[in-house]
């Protein structure tokens, strides 16, 4: 795990020393509507996009053990942990692309979100995007890389509100396709997903989201997840709980091994970083 940690920050810290200083968002020709800060919530995405040419850097762990493990594992933090890295671009103002890996399965995943229309209101301003990505399980448990089973395929329609510029909403419907790629025949997933956070200053905010299962394949429980995030200087480190060690968009979607309400919860973080090169 040492390891693990010593070259995530050793290529996080490195992309922040290469990035221009100059990290804000540039003042757009036509003022687009922003409800949510950050492009994604714990897991679960939001409809904001970035803006054209930006670059985004995450970092994402969530450790094995429980709390409950206790001092032995140091409540979680001895490890091991799965982790995810990712690099985003955006091709315009409305449209991201993402390539990320995840260790669990050496599952890579590609994916792309397009900010589709918002609904101007003071009251209750909406914002809907849609997501789109693949994923291939690169290392399989006991068969070929290149096994059909191995890939998976997902969609998202993502519908976010604000409320009194300090509580976002969202509601994030989810079909998977191949959502366990151990079961002997083919499995689908759909889920629909809550996230709110509330902004208690520029700096601080609090969030939860929720990814219940409503039809199809489901890994024992629903994931759970809430924490604090953190957002400074170009970048956001979201501490959070989770009863789901899953990472990618594909893993996560299937629902989670653990119990939330037995307290099989997981410490974890992500960590995401804006650069900036023009």
Request: proline share 4%; hydrophobic share 40%; glycine share 6%.
């Amino acid at each position: 795990m040492k390891i693990f940690l010593t070259v995530n920050l050793f290529f996080f810290f490195f992309s922040t020393s290469i990035a221009q200083v100059k990290w804000q968002r540039d003042e757009p020709a036509k003022i687009d509507m922003h409800l949510f800060h950050s492009i994604q919530s714990i897991n679960l995405p939001t409809a904001e996009t970035l803006q054209k040419h930006d670059i985004q850097f995450e970092i994402s762990h969530r450790f094995i053990p429980t709390l409950k493990s206790g001092s032995k594992d140091l409540w979680g933090f001895d490890g091991p942990v799965n982790i995810r890295l990712a690099l985003g671009y955006a091709i315009t103002d409305h449209a991201l692309i993402t390539l990320g890996r995840s260790n669990t399965d050496d599952n890579l995943d590609l994916w792309i979100k397009q900010r589709l229309f918002e609904i101007e209101s003071d009251i209750l301003p909406i914002l809907i995007s849609a997501r789109a990505g693949a994923a291939w399980n690169s290392q399989p448990i006991n068969r070929s890389s290149s096994d059909n089973r191995n890939f998976q395929y997902y969609a998202q329609l993502i519908i976010n509100t604000m409320i009194d510029k300090k509580f976002g909403i969202g509601i994030v419907p989810s079909y998977l396709e191949n959502a366990h790629i151990y079961c002997p025949d083919r499995q689908y997933s759909f889920s629909i997903g809550t996230n709110v956070q509330y902004y208690l200053s520029d700096m601080w905010s609090v969030l939860l989201e929720w990814n219940p299962t409503i039809t199809g394949w489901r890994t024992r429980t629903n994931p759970v997840a809430f924490g604090v995030e953190i957002e400074t200087g170009g970048h956001f480190f979201k501490i959070i709980l989770s009863n789901s060690t899953q990472l990618n968009p594909s893993q996560f979607l299937a629902g989670a091994q653990d119990s939330f309400n037995d307290g099989e919860w997981h410490i974890g973080f992500n960590i995401t970083r804006l650069l900036k090169f023009w």
